[in-house]
């Protein structure tokens, strides 16, 4: 065993780099000791003359408690940190590595931060120049590395057979008690908080070759994420938790980002037309907004880093995002990175992910707050300006004063009071603490383990069937087209597809008890659930039965289609949940259209108030709902309003520029 060194006492500090371009690499001293202290020289190098292999990992604190040897003298890295060199560590020659946490000064003088401003900017190149990258997933337990391996073989061919062995394994480990009944081995894996951290992401999109490793083992990319997909997202392990699932969500995108970047720097610049380079960037632009929205589901201890964390990624493809700069409030470092957004793609695509239930009263209305955690509201498909983008002039005074965004557009709607009009409900049951449905005898579990996911479910059947019964009794709100048609407008929150036989089958079994369809079980399973007598008992309303009986038949899978069995309540349900991701935290919404005065039945956010304007702003897909405030207006979210979703109302032979207005958002 070799001799343990002793660790030294004066503390490292980092010597200023001396150029732009400049690095440093970490030289990790060798051993054939695991157990021996770390030691490791720092030295500067160019970053476009260097060799080296870069280590993506998650921090796991904020500051480092592990002494280690660095250029004679000690540097407190973290625990995970200390890990991975540790197991990294060669046993007969230096290994020479590029470690976030010690190559970049982590100090808070002003020279260390304006350094690391600059450093951080050039991390996604960092990641391309390095020979190889590794991805830490800890140093595992007892079974790990054999769980690796087999990932490995799944990966390089998915197949039945590595499928068998891996349900074989997990027999193993629960007979050995190291498994519970209803979990597999890969949650060992796939909830590790690397593939939900932020800074993570870079080191799997840009590096050349890239590697998983975890404890001794290690996969390549590549066949780790084609592993992982196979095994969950083709729903061969079922008994994966909801973080699992997460983490196949973030190898998800580092892929498509990992494969967009490759295909962007590896095209052939040939000429275009004007059409052509249009397309390129409507592409470009859905894709990048897209990515931005999945950045919240993303975790990053400093907010910031919600745009820092992908800053080199962003700027490579030619959107003009600020220096970095943790100097500058959060507020405005999403406000900077949202106008950079506006400005790059001519659109206000990112405005989408400022609609939220809950805002930051600290950032302007039509900001976006990445970091909130919650899921954003779902914004409406649709050409509302007929493909409109943001004029250069209007662009060149997009946002003149912090706060402020300055955009042309005009008014074509207010939103009128909606209980005036109609006795039924306006807000979509989202949360389940917002449901009234009353309470279920004991019996109502055998079908449904979560009773207050059954209550929600009753309570949208409920909304569902009620609108349609409105279009039906109110065709003016039709617009001449067929109840079936509108209906599948406002629920699918688009008007490009035409409604399928699932659809009307499940129309027809809105209407019950005049539906074609026999739901005899579940009306009988809920006359069990029913309170026999007491305050519950009046509670349960005609309606609100129907409502429950329609979904105890679709959840058990017994509905009867004329002696015959019915097999497409599956594939109700799913479109059911499809529908409510659609209209999670929105209200129905009358408009009063101002060019025909005429009233539409239409959607927005639920926060959404009587007197509020439907506006068609430049740039925007969708029509939006503004508040005024004094001289400026309060952006409160994207509206779906079917007759003017396809840009009727945004130009005609007699109203074309002239009647646009500026509007500041605030």
Known sequence: MAERSTMPQATFHHRQLSSPRSIRLLALSPSPDFDASLEATLAEVDLDNSNYEAVSYVWGSRVGTEPFACDGKVLLITPNCESALRHLRLKDKRRTLWVDAICIDQEEGEISVKERNSQVALMGEIYAKASHTICWLGQGNEFTNELMQLLRQIGTCPSQRGLKKLLLFDKRLREQGHLDVDSSSLGYILCHPWHSRIWTVQGAVYSQDCSVVCGSTSVRWDDYSKAAKFLVFDNFIEQVDQQAHKSLVGIDVRNVLRDYIREVSSSPKIASTPEDDEDELDRRVVFLSSCLTDVNQFQATEPRDKIYGLHALYTSLGIPLSEVDYGKSIARVYEEAAVAMVCWSGTLKVLGDACRIHRDGSFPSWVPNWSDGNMKISTPSGNATAGSRISKSSLAALNPIQGELHIRGKIIGTVEAWTKHFTITSAFPTHSEQCDIPTFSEKATDLIGDEETLRLWIDKTRFFRQLYALLQTNPTYCDGSEPEDIAYDLFKQERY??????????????????????????????????????????????????????????????????????????????????????????????????????????????????????????????????????????????AFVAEIMDGETWSDESEKLGSMSNFVLA
């Open 497 to 638: 597809s035409e409604p399928d036989d699932i659809f009307a089958a499940w129309l027809d079994i809105l209407q019950y008890p005049k539906s074609k369809f026999d739901l005899t079980f579940g009306k009988d399973l809920v006359e069990k659930w029913k309170p026999a007598t007491g305050s519950g008992a009046k509670l349960w309303t005609e309606e609100l039965t129907n409502c429950a009986v329609i979904m105890a038949s679709l959840i058990s899978n017994k509905v009867g289609d004329q002696g015959r069995a019915f097999d497409d309540s599956p594939d109700i349900l799913e479109m059911i949940n499809q529908f409510s991701t659609n209209l999670a935290d929105k209200a129905l919404i009358l408009a009063r259209l101002h060019l025909n005065d005429k009233m539409a039945l239409g959607t927005s956010i639920s926060s959404t108030k009587l007197g509020d304007l439907i506006v068609l702003l430049e740039g925007a897909d969708w029509p939006i709902v503004l508040r005024r405030t004094h001289s400026r207006w309060s952006f409160i979210g994207p």
